[in-house]
């Protein structure tokens, strides 16, 4: 396998985008990033011609693998050849709204933007203004896009931004607390609890490692918003439609927000965020209100065709039952390897999301865990040691991932994520094959 194009494409990327990319994680792959040329099912070529069984699938939107089913691609590019835009409502984005409320529990009504950023963003905008509140709190370790209000590290009483160029004075209004942690989530809003206008959470941290939540957990979080009038929001950009089928993980975990963000299989691989929830808190968006949102690409027809298509196949299709039953056996098979060559680490995942986390635990037998990927069960000899909350992916082997095993794994033809905080994701294109011989490359590198 040579990376002769790959090479010289980056050569030449580095002197035109800042670090040769155009998002920062597609660098993260030592030594240098695959350029992709094109997808094929489950498996993507690079530049070289090199083909490999592809986890990272877009990293999350692609529900079907990189081809599309016949009806999604026949939608989209009709919509292409009748024109890209038109700042005018088009009854797609109608049709793609009712989809949406007939299926997540909790969402009345929803605001189309083009990416998860630009969800949070308004979210976080729609909370502050229903409540008349600043504050928010985050999830240490969570990811909401790259926004100026959640790239704030530290804790509820010290938090910083995360990133050069974010002003102090904009972090103080975020209140950082570690996920799982019900007294620390009781705490901070004892202390702020009047000046807390949402809770900004994802229902599975799945950006940093993947940690599941606790027994309860989000039930005390939505108890405390209901206790002192913040909102609620859910971000569902990586889980929805993926995590919980076409409820998402609200329907899953049993959980009715005030507000969901979406992004990524809404939009079926196109630029794409959303804004769901209640009709008296989405309404608050100009023009019905007074929160002001806007976008000149807001409701892409090219984005609302893959979406809506995309999901009403998933809706008539076993394509869940075909995703989670290959997450599942990748899980169940990892949990075996784990425990015969590599006893310190965690198997996590849920539904078609997988990933071993390099975690240093001592040792305890692996026989009584959650076969599926850690379920935080109270009863597991090893549940003080798997993975609680984002911050932990940073304390786990993550050189040994990065500079080691990753860059084996896909000299044997396997990619999985590009570094120890992105989770893996099953595509309906994927195979058994696909998982047996992904298997044999863990058995033979980790
Ligand atoms: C990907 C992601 C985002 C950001 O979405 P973009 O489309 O990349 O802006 C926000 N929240 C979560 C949970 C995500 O996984």
Redesign the pocket.
């Known amino acids: 396998m040579t990376h002769e194009r790959t090479r010289e494409i980056y050569d030449r990327a580095l002197s035109v985008l800042p670090g040769g990319v155009n998002?920062a994680v597609r660098a993260a792959p030592q030594p240098y990033p695959l350029f992709a040329r094109k997808g094929d099912g489950g498996h993507v070529v690079d530049a070289d011609g090199n083909r490999y069984v592809d986890w990272i699938q877009g990293?999350?939107p692609l529900l079907y693998g990189h081809d599309l089913p016949e009806p999604v691609t026949a939608a989209v590019q009709k919509r292409v050849a009748e024109g890209p835009v038109f700042g005018m409502p088009t009854e797609l984005e109608v049709e793609h709204a009712e989809f949406v409320t007939r299926h997540v529990p909790s969402v009345e009504m929803i605001r189309f933007v083009n990416?998860?950023?630009?969800?949070?963003v308004s979210a976080v905008r729609l909370a502050r203004a229903v409540t008349e509140r600043n504050k928010v709190v985050v999830m240490q370790g969570?990811?909401?896009?790259?926004q100026e209000s959640t790239l704030v590290e530290g804790d509820a009483d010290h938090p910083k931004p995360s990133t050069h160029g974010i002003p102090q004075s904009f972090a103080k209004h975020t209140l950082p607390v570690p996920f799982n942690d019900a007294e620390a989530a009781k705490d901070v809003f004892e202390e702020h609890g009047d000046d807390i206008a949402g809770v900004l959470v994802?229902p599975v941290q799945?950006?940093s490692g993947i940690a599941y939540p606790v027994d309860g957990y989000h039930e005390t979080l939505a108890d405390l918003c209901e206790e002192y009038g913040s909102l609620l929001v859910w971000?569902?950009?990586?889980?929805g439609f993926r995590v919980g089928g076409l409820g998402c993980a609200q329907s899953k975990f049993d959980i009715d927000p005030d507000v969901t963000?979406f992004?990524?299989i809404i939009g079926g691989g196109f630029?794409v965020?959303a804004i769901g929830g209640k009709t008296e808190y989405v309404e608050q968006f100009t023009p019905s209100g007074d929160v002001f949102q806007a976008g000149t690409f807001s409701g892409h027809p090219a984005a609302m065709a893959a979406g809506l298509e995309g999901l009403k196949y998933a809706a008539e299709h076993d394509v869940y039952d075909h995703v989670n039953d290959l997450g599942r056996r990748l899980r169940e098979g990892l949990s075996e390897i784990v425990a015969e060559r590599a006893p310190e680490y965690t198997v996590v995942g849920t539904d078609s999301i997988f990933k071993v986390a390099f975690t240093r635990a001592d040792a305890p037998p692996q026989d009584d865990c959650c076969a599926n990927g850690c379920r935080q069960d109270p009863e597991c000899a090893r549940f003080g040691a798997c993975p609680k909350r984002g911050t932990d992916a940073a304390r786990m082997e993550t050189d040994r991932y990065a500079r080691l095993f990753r860059p084996a794994m896909r000299d044997d033809g396997v990619l999985v994520s590009q570094n120890q905080y992105e989770a893996n994701f099953v595509s309906y294109a994927h195979t058994e094959e696909d998982v047996e011989r992904t298997l044999d490359a863990y058995r033979e590198h980790l």
């Open positions: 998002s990293l999350g990416s998860g950023t630009e969800a949070t969570g990811y909401h896009g790259a994802e799945a950006n971000d569902e950009v990586i889980t963000t992004g990524k630029p965020g």
